[in-house]
């Protein structure tokens, strides 16, 4: 059973930076990443990574609403996945999720499994 456990997240202010990672998850799935649900809004997908099967690189996907802001990396020694938020926004306040995927590119439609969710709010 596989237990996605978020950690960080918190309040910021608008131009600030917020770390959220994820622990609890094996790298069998093809697709670890975050989502995120904005109040009275859809959840949708933020970032995803994965490992590269011809080499020790990783690959990496980015929503264009976080493109050159946000940045996904992965510590395989202790099986965690970070998201380094930068230039942080109102817009992006919203519950942000880990989730976990056999299916790559990840899409809400082949999540396997959830984390319970950190939220994050970017506020004066």
């Known amino acids: 059973q596989v237990q996605l456990v978020e950690s960080g997240g918190g309040a910021v202010q608008p131009g600030g930076s917020k770390r959220v990672s994820c622990a609890g998850f094996?790298?069998?799935?093809?697709?670890i990443g975050w989502f995120r649900q904005a109040p009275g809004k859809e959840r949708e997908v933020v970032s995803a990574?994965?490992?590269?099967?011809?080499?020790?690189?990783?690959?990496?996907f980015y929503d264009d609403s976080v493109k050159g802001r946000f940045a996904i990396s992965a510590d395989s020694g202790k099986n965690t996945v970070s998201l380094e938020m930068n230039g942080l926004q109102p817009e992006d306040t919203a519950i942000y999720y880990c989730?976990?995927?056999?299916?790559?590119?990840?899409?809400?439609?082949?999540?396997?499994?959830w984390g319970k969710g950190t939220s994050v709010t970017v506020s004066s």
């Open positions: 990574i994965r490992t590269d099967d011809y080499s020790s690189d990783y690959i990496k």
């Open positions: 989730a976990a995927s056999a299916v790559w590119p990840l899409s809400i439609g082949h999540v396997e499994y």
């Open positions: 094996n790298w069998e799935y093809d697709a």
